[in-house]
Structure formats: C-alpha cells, structure tokens
C-alpha cells in the first residue's frame, strides 16, 4: 500500500462526533458525549424513533467527561471539575424538564466526590465519599437524587480512612495500616473500630479491585495473594471466609480502571449489580461470561466487531445492549442489538473522518530485558514505508503503575503517519503482567525501569527498525519523568524529549501531594522509592531525580504543563525549565492556565500535538 496522505493533527485530536453511549434502564433511550459550543456535552436521543437528539447538558467550559444513568430514566447524572483540579461535583439532570438546567448536588468550594455508589436497598438514593467537612477526610453521605437531599450517614474516622455501606444499613470502616494492608473494621457498642478483615495491600500498589455484592453481605475482590496472576474472589463480610469466583491461567483482571475509572469496568455487571462477566487483558482482551443469559448475549456481540470489547451496558431486562469497540484502527465503533429479536445496527463511528486503511496496525511483541524479564510491548510501524532505520518513538506510559494496551492511541498514530516506528514497552512496573512484574521495579526508578526502556530501544534498532541516531523519547506523568531520565541519565540515546506533566524532583513531587492521597502512598511511592522524610531516601531519591543530572542533558526539551495539576505540581516543570535553559539548552515550555494533569480542552490537546508534531519532525526527521 502507497504511503497516506498527511493526517492533520486536528484530525487525529478531534473531539468525536459522538461517545460513550449508555443505554437508559427501560431501554428506550440512549445517552452520549458530543459536542456542544466546542465542549463535549450530554446528549439523549430515542433509539426507536426518529427524534434528533437533544443536548441535555450546557458545560461551555470544559468538556464532560463521565455520566451515568440512574435507576430513574428521568435523572441523568454527570461529574466535572473545574480547569482540571480534579475536584470534582456531581450534577443532576432532569430529563422532564428540558429547559431546567443542571444542579449541582454537592456545591462545597473546593470538596470532591470521590466515590457514589447506589445505596444499598434504597433505590433513588447514592451514597457519596465527600469532603465537604475537610478537605483531608471524605464523610460517607446519602443523596436524595430527587430532591438533592444529603444526609450524613459516618463522619471520616481518621485520616487515610472511610466507611462503606453493607447489607442491612450497616456501616464498615476501611483503613490502611502501616505496613498497607487494608482493614476492615466494624464499629462496636461503645463506637470502637474493631477489626473484622484483612486484606493484602502491599501487592496492589494502586489499591485492589473491590466492589460490594448487591446485597451488601459480600465484597468481590481482585487478589494475587500466593499466586502471581490476579484472580477474582468474593469475600463473606461476616466470616472473612474467602471464594473463589474465577480465574484466567495467564491473564490478570484487567487493571486498567484501577487507574483510569472511565475505562471499562473489569467486573461487567447488570442494572442490579450482579455479576455477569470479568475482563481479563494481555496482549488482548478476553472476557469470560458468568451467566448463561450473557455468554449468549457477548456471542452475539463478539460477532459484531474484531476489536476488543470496550463500553457496554443494558436495559433492566438485560434485552436491549449498547457496545463500543476498542480497535487499533476503527476506534471506538458503537453498536446498538437486541438479543430477544436479534436486531443490530450501528450507531456511530466516533471519528468517521479517519479512514481505517490510513491507519497503522498495532502489534503486540515480547522484548527481553538485560536481565531476561519479558517486556510485553506493542510496535507500530507506518503504513507504505519500508520498516528499515526508521526515525523510533519510544512511547512511555503513566503511572508508573498502569500499562499501555492494544487499541487506538491517537499519539501513535500521529507518529506512524509522519514515518516513524512507535514502540510501547510494558517496562517493570506495569501493572497486569503479573505481581513480580510490577514488584520487580521497587527500588528502580532510573535504574532497571529506564534499562527496560532502552532495552527496548535496542531490540528496536537490532530488528532493523530503527536508526539509532534518530530517537526520541515522549511520556506523560511518570512517562514525563521517564523522559527527563532519558535526556539526564542517558544523554546520547535520544536526541529529543518531550515530557508532558512529568516528575523532574521525586522528594518534592512527595511533599507536595494533597493531605488526603498521603496514606495511600504507603503501597506505591513509599514502597518502590522511599519516603522524602528519611534524609537517607531522600538522598537516594535525588539520585534518582532528573533535577540532579540537568548538567548531563544534551538534548532539546518539549515540557508541556497544567497550571492546575493537582498531581505534579507546575513547580516540577519550572524546576527543569529554569535549570536546563540557564545552560543554553533548547527547551520549549508550554502551560495551560486551564487543565490539569490529564488535558481535557480540546484547543489545548490539539495546541501541544501540534508542537509536539513540529517538534519530534524537526530533530528525528521524517523518512524519505
């Protein structure tokens, strides 16, 4: 196939047309992101009548980015945050009233939801994590969604902890103790917290996958204790007797929603909170049905597309289903079916504009590390170039706690399209390959985490991809970190960096986290770097810090930052800056007064592909 035509960056950043399509619960009715006034909005369209569509929400700020049904097709509720501060407040829509415009249900300067789940047995209301009281502590309230009602129902019993509803109105704790194993506690009599179960922690360094059963006598939970794949149990909250529900021979449940909560739920339930199927993910998707009613039903939709499954979700009956696809080329495709008269029938394709065939296949490889741990990575090589000492784009995940996947990554593809190969490495660290994958990296921040990464530059460049004068490297979060590591710790291996939102100082990165994430810090920064407050770790963690090697850095810098990353801080990016530029090294440095640490305006995803676009071209070059 000839080489295609030159896909503008505005084509790849687009906002889609149409997204994540929910069904409502009397099934007559489906809901979706488009948008509206240039930011992504909420719109409800009927799925048996020829309507238009109808935007429901009026957010002229920033784009929506989660909203759900309620148990009440007449309620639509939704999430948003204010300039990307992540502090975010749910939103009521009534659908009755069109004209009505949305409440906020939790109006408290500064407090976020973290967490609303059904109550438990009272159908109409949520209970909801907030911190309205303060900001370190989250109280556990019941929502009235009618009438915007909150009660409190448990005051946070200390920092780092919080209750959750049970069967019967009961109210447990959970906490975290010093060594990060989760607790959980029952309040006696007299109000002491008493211990009734504990949970592994130390092998879950982003939390373990728990949800509640919906009776509430039952919690099912993602664990790898004794095993190194992670398995899906259900625990009794009475007895802390522990079962087994299922099992993947080689894959983890998927951990991606761990870290991002709009992925795909790995536990696929219906409308009443029941247990249909589990996600599993290695170099693919599987998913394993635990109902009959819906292995029938995921037959049918497995038939639909050649993508992994992606968002799904159903009427009351578990009839009427809506599914979107994840696919390396086709992303996102929607589809509407019926299982009780087997009608089906696309929806939409969210970017009907990118043409498949224009797009690079992703390809899922194994790299080996100097020391023999297997790197599961993904390769995308141009479409119509001859794969030989192609310029390379070593591609690094966030987290590092996360993983790269098989799908559209519109950033891939950006590369692919200007000639360059794109590799992912799954570095040690990565979450899903397994608890010694991702234990394997304690203790090596800019040591064998970033040999992962140029192992995998050099596989690239020993299959004849790559040239090895003509590497950059791009990451965001701890994928930005990587990045400076790169141009500091290994300076002629890549002659161009961009790091997006990314660590330059880990001791400060630590100190400047808010109060209320401190706790959680016990399984994943304190374990795998060390704890800023021991003058010995914090000087081992400035070892490992790109701001103590600026004078090794050769390499033009692309630093992009959020002005309200609540993450890592805007002060981490001005650190390298300021150090870099004061030695006459090219760095081009790029804040957005309004985002945070995951961009969401559409004005400014497209403003930093574009230079990070220029920039990449400009010094690894684009094939001949």
Known sequence: MARPDHIAVEDLFADPQRAKARISPDGTRFAFLAPWKNRLNVWVQDLDADAEPRCVTADETRSVQSFHWTDDPRWLLYLQDDGGDENWHLHRVDLDAPSAPAVDLTPFPGARVVSAE???GRPGRLALLLNARNPAEFDLHELDIATGELTMLGECPGLGMSW??????????????????????????????RRVLLLPGADHPVGGMS???????????GTNEGTDRTRLVRIDLATGESTEVDSHPTFDLDPRPQVFPTAPATLIRDRAGELLG????????????????????LARLQELSDGDLGELTSDDAGQRWIASFNHDRDPGATWFYDHSTGERRLLFRPWPHLDPESLAPMTPVTIT???????????TIPVGVEPSKLPLVLLVHGGPWARDAWGFDPVAQLFANRGCAVLQVNFRGSTGFGKAHTQAAIGEFAGAMHDDLIDGVDWAVEQGYADPDRVAIFGGSYGGYAALVGAAFTPDRFAAV????????????????????????????????????DPEQEADMLARSPI???DAIRAPLLVVQGANDARVVQQ????????????GIEVEYLVFDDEGHMFVNRENVIAMFQAADRFITRHIGDVK
């Open 572 to 583: 981490e990016s001005d650190l390298i800056v300021d150090a870099v530029r004061a030695r």
């Open 118 to 120: 059904p109550s438990i």
């Open 278 to 297: 589990v996600r599993y993910l290695g170099e693919r998707q599987e998913i394993r049905a635990l109902d009959p009613h819906f292995a029938e039903v």
């Open 211 to 221: 949800q509640m059963t919906p009776d509430g006598t039952g919690m099912w939970f």
């Open 164 to 193: 959750f509803q049970a069967g019967g109105g009961e109210l447990l704790a959970t906490a975290l103790t010093a060594d990060g194993d989760v607790e959980i506690l029952r309040s006696d009599d007299d109000g002491a917290l």
């Open 548 to 550: 103590t090697r600026v």
């Open 498 to 533: 961009v790091d997006y939102v990314g660590i330059s100082n880990l001791a400060n990165f630590m100190r400047t986290q808010p109060d209320f994430v401190k706790p959680g810090l016990v399984n994943n920064w304190f374990r795998y770097v060390g704890d800023p407050a």
């Open 369 to 379: 590390a100097r020391d023999g741990l297997e790197l599961p990575s993904y390769l």
